[in-house]
Structure formats: C-alpha cells, structure tokens
T-cell receptor, first 111, second 115 residues
Framework: SQQGEEDPQALSIQEGENATMNCSYKTSINNLQWYRQNSGRGLVHLILIRSNEREKHSGRLRVTLDTSKKSSSLLITASRAADTASYFCATDYGGAQKLVFGQGTRLTINP | DTAVSQTPKYLVTQMGNDKSIKCEQNLGHDTMYWYKQDSKKFLKIMFSYNNKELIINETVPNRFSPKSPDKAHLNLHINSLELGDSAVYFC??????????????FGSGTRLTVV
C-alpha cells in the first residue's frame, strides 16, 4: 500500500495567497521529500527534510516535519500562476532504498 | 543538456506487441529507476539499478524486463503489451546515497498507450 497520502487532493487559490499541502505517512522514515510535477512533465525535486529536522526553507517554500504525528506540510508563500502543478511527497524509509510517493495534491493558482 | 532523457516521449502500440523505452542520464549518478504513473497520478516504483546491478524488482509482471548496459543507461523492454500497461513511465536517477541522502532527477516521461 502507499506510504504517503497528501491532503487535500486538489487546492485552488488566488494568486498571491499562501498554499498549504499536507502529507501523512505510515512508518518511520529516513527523510521526506517534496516534488513538483507540471502537466505533462517529469517530477522536479523541491526539498528534502531529514527525520531529525523539524523545518526547512527554500525560497518561497517552507516544509515542516512532525515525526510523532508522521506528517509533513509544504507551504508555498505568495503563490504565482507558475506554481500551478501537482505536488507529491515521497518518503525514504527503512532499508528499502527507494522513494515511495503519495498521490499528490493538484494545486491551481488563479490569476 | 538534458540530465535524464527518455525516448520515445509518446508510444502508441497494439496489444500483444513488444516495445522498448530507453533512458540515459549524464549526471554521473550511480542509481537509476523506473516508475510507472497511472491515470490517477499514482507513482509506483518498478525497478532500480545501482551501477548496472538490479537492486529493486517490485511486483511487476515478468513481461517487463529492465536492462542496464552501463550505469548511465537503463532501458525497459515490455513484451506482449496489454491494455493495462497504458501509463506514463518515468526514468529517474540519483547519486550513490540514493533516496537516503538526495532527491531523484526524473526524465520527462514516456506516455505509453496500448490500443
């Protein structure tokens, strides 16, 4: 079964607003990663947060990790039309040597 | 220069045919992967190779056979294609530490349609 599940499945906001997406997972992890996928394109790595980290920033992105709740959130501040994409969380756990992806959140930024 | 390149980008074929998808990375990465993305956007790993050695082989029909002639290439051959094989197939690569230390670099995908 899937390791990660994103919430909400779809999110539509106005340009300039902040967008928050959540990810929950089931087992202990080494790290959690967020990816963006534009329509018809491959996935692009955004940020990696390790299990001993609680928060990480990259430009307009802020990721938090709560290992006690087995959850993570991705915040995009001051959204732009170009942020319209699907966002996936992925977990590296145990000795699996692989990333397991959730089903993604479809984010639409309205001008 | 494209870091991870897949060919072809689109593939339409009839049931029962055999087809191959090629992948090449110029990043010097040690590990390469094949993922399948279904119509609901769910991404599932199929295979991974580390320096030409198969390290992950998920529950995939044996009609799917990966081949890695060198660490920069990972091809996917599919025999006796079925309607359910229709999906987007992504190749990806990562440095030696794999997902423990780094993110993956993905290709742009191959959309396979079986008719």
């Amino acid at each position: 079964s899937q390791q990660g599940e994103e919430d909400p499945q779809a999110l539509s906001i106005q340009e300039g607003e902040n967008a928050t997406m959540n990810c929950s997972y089931k087992t202990s992890i080494n790290n959690l990663q967020w990816y963006r996928q534009n329509s018809g394109r491959g996935l692009v790595h955004l940020i990696l947060i390790r299990s001993n980290e609680r928060e990480k920033h990259s430009g307009r992105l802020r990721v938090t990790l709560d290992t006690s709740k087995k959850s993570s959130s991705l915040l995009i501040t001051a959204s732009r039309a170009a942020d319209t994409a699907s966002y996936f969380c992925a977990t590296d756990y145990g000795g699996a040597q692989k990333l397991v992806f959730g089903q993604g959140t479809r984010l639409t930024i309205n001008p | 220069d494209t870091a991870v390149s897949q060919t072809p980008k689109y593939l339409v074929t009839q049931m029962g045919n055999d087809k191959s998808i090629k992948c090449e990375q110029n990043l010097g990465h040690d590990t390469m992967y094949w993922y399948k993305q279904d119509s609901k956007k769910f991404l599932k790993i199929m295979f991974s190779y580390n320096n030409k050695e198969l390290i992950i082989n998920e529950t995939v029909p044996n009609r799917f056979s990966p081949k890695s002639p060198d660490k920069a290439h990972l091809n996917l051959h599919i025999n006796s294609l079925e309607l359910g094989d229709s999906a987007v197939y992504f190749c990806a690569s990562s440095p030696r530490g794999g997902s423990r230390t780094d993110g993956y670099t993905f290709g742009s995908g191959t959309r396979l349609t079986v008719v």
